[in-house]
């Protein structure tokens, strides 16, 4: 598909819409050309918002008046573009024209600025957003809202990465490290991995910053020993200054990971949320995907932790896995809730680039988006029919159907970490391999990213280098002369 500019400076996002309805074809941008070939796109600026399709037989021409505004001609250049995009698949897009990662981010600051029967209209209006996207919007946000409202100037976040796991994924694209090919690294790794906390610790005691909540991903945290466990976790516990801390979570997230030895570490170190996800409870679609372990394996490390005193978990389920059907993710939604999780998460398979089944020639198609969004719509009513809420929502390229992935959870029992990270609330201090550390201005909505190394060989190889980017965090904090106060 060619996509051609002339005029404008709109490309990224032309590209990310054209996107939606051509998934698996490569989209070539032409910002200087002479000559157009088909198939193509054509946008132009000049006294009009000209935007002009040709792709097989189909062909269409749109225009609209030229604004004042460069925000307003992109937002109506991609309205044109999505029009006859729809003309031309029959298709409309749950999301509309929406592409970004975080739309309830949209709808909030939409809703305090022109208040929410404005902000529907114009989430149906201009952005074509379905009535039921935008019910799912507004209940996201009310509740996002009362969870952001607990932050203050001063708090901020620790993310812990562990990167390793049993097996790889087939929809995997996170930098992790199997087991079996890097377990030399793991106690290298986990010596300094406590050395990093205990100088970010130092760091944000420093600067008087107030912790709210811990986050330990992946990977899959549970891949290290119960004493290597014990060691990070009190790491933690004995650095940092727990006593605003809200939340606790380790993922857990393999089942094949967890035991009484483990769990009983986790415990004793404060966490008081964990993931168990087994993404679907069929052995036979577990298999297509690449993980190492069967639905009983996860009842059982389910019962496990129960038994072991936690009484917040989190179940990760996707939408739209490979081989899987609409009963097939019935069975497995049914199944967790008759367990009692009280968190359940429901991802849409997302065909990252670097995913293996991306690479081995799996394509997105149209009937496995109709059975995406049949599996999302089943798992809203039922989980609202069971008071669900849902607490937090965002979105990724490349995903089945162009849907969503959504927090869900028993009210009380929602996962503080996951908002404040989706909505970029406050300061997330990242530690470990692949973390990014995000230093947000309390008083505006600036950000500064600092990039720990992605390899475990990289991290513990040029450990000192990375070490010295956290004093990017006391320059951002203007060092012990922060003001907290809501008038700097």
Known sequence: MNLYIKNNTFWFELENLTRLFFPNEKITVHKSFSDIAEPYIYTELSSV??????IGDFADEATAPLAQDNARNELAAAQLLYQSLVKCSGVHQAWGLLTGVRPIKLMRKL???VGQEEARRRFAGEYFVSDEKIDLALQTEAHEQRIISLSKPDSFSLYVGIPFCPSRCSYCSFVMSSVERAKKLMEPYVNLLCEELKATAQIASDLRLRLESVYFGGGTPTTLSAEQLNRVLGTVN??????????????????????????FALKEN??????????TLSDSVLHTIGRRHTAAQFSDAFALARQCGFDNINTDLIAGLPTDTFEGFKHSLDTVLALGAECVTVHTLCMKRAANLTTEGKTLNREEALTARQMLRYAQDTLTGLDYIPYYLYRQTRMVGNLENVGWSKRGYESLYNVF????THTILACGCGGVTKLKNPHTDFLKRVFNFKYPYEYIDRF????????EIRDFYGAKTVDYSANP
């Open 464 to 471: 000192d280098e990375m070490l010295n980017r956290k004093r």
């Open 111 to 113: 809703c305090a600025d």
């Open 238 to 263: 004995q650095y940092f200054g727990l006593s605003h801390c809200r939340e606790f979570t380790v993922e857990a997230g393999r089942p094949d990971t967890i035991d009484s030895e483990r769990l």
């Open 421 to 424: 990270v989706m909505d970029e």
């Open 270 to 279: 404060n966490v008081d949320r964990i993931s168990i996800n087994p993404q």
């Open 49 to 54: 918002i000209t935007v002009r399709v040709k």
